[in-house]
C-alpha cells in the first residue's frame, strides 16, 4: 500500500476507513487460521507482567483494552482483580466463554476502537499489546488522543509496540504483512515524541526480547500530564 499516494488522492478519513477493513481481513484470517502467534507468546505476558506493576491503586481498578483480541494477554489483570473493558475489530469465538467466566469484570466489544462511543475520563489505565503499530500512521495522533479522552486525570496507559531492530534510534521502519497489514518499528524517541503529543509522559520503559523472531518489544508506561 502506498501510503503517501493513497492519503493524498482520497484523504485521510477515506484511506483510514479502506485500512480498517483490510486489518479487519487480515485479523480475522489471523484467528480463523491459528496465526494469531501474539495469543500464546511469553514474550506478551511478560510485558504484560511488567505493566500490571504499574497500576497504581487498589483492584478494582477500571482498565480499557484496545485491541484485546482472545484476551489471552488481559486474563493476568482480571486475575488481579480489575475490571476491564475490551474493544476488537473482531469477535473471536473465545469471547463467549470469556464473558461466561468473568461477568461483569469484563465487558467485550466488537467495534473500531476509532468508532467506539465509550465514556470519557471513566479509566484509570488504558492498555494496547500491539495494536496501535497496526493502524494507519495518519491515525496515530488522533487514536492516542481518544486514549487520553477516555482516561481519568492522571490515569496511565501501557503501550507495547514492536522495537525498531536496526542501528536508527530515530526513525523505525514500517513493514508489511499478511494482506498488507502495516507493522510500523518504533524507536523510543518517535514512540516518547507520539505519547507527548497527546498528553503522555512517559514514567517507564521495558524493552522484552521476542527470542523466535529475534526482535524486541518496546513497553511504555505514559501518565496523562494534564
Ligand atoms: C497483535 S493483536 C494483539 C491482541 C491482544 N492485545 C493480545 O495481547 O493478545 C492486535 C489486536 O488488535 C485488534 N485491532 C487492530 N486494529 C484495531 C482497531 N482499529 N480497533 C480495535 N481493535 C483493533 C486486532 O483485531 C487484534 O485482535
Redesign the pocket.
Known sequence: MDIESSTQEDGSQKVANDY?EL??TS?EWR?RTGN?V??HEKA?RAV?AWLLEHMDGHPPLKVL??????????TAVLEAGHHVTG????EPPVWESLRQRWGDALTLIC????EWQGPKQAFDFALD???LH??HPAEYSSYLRKVAAHLKPQGRFGLCVYEEPGENTEHGRMETTDHGRLAKCFTLVEAGELLASAGFKVRAVQRIHRPALDRVYLALVGELTA
Not at 467495534?111 to 476509532?114: D, H, K, R, T, V
Open positions: 480498517l486489518l479487519k485479523f484467528y494469531d501474539w495469543s506478551l504484560t483494552d484496545v485491541g484485546i483480541g482472545t484476551a489471552c494477554n488481559t474493544i476488537d475489530l473482531i467495534s473500531p476502537f476509532q499489546l500491539g495494536c497496526h493502524q
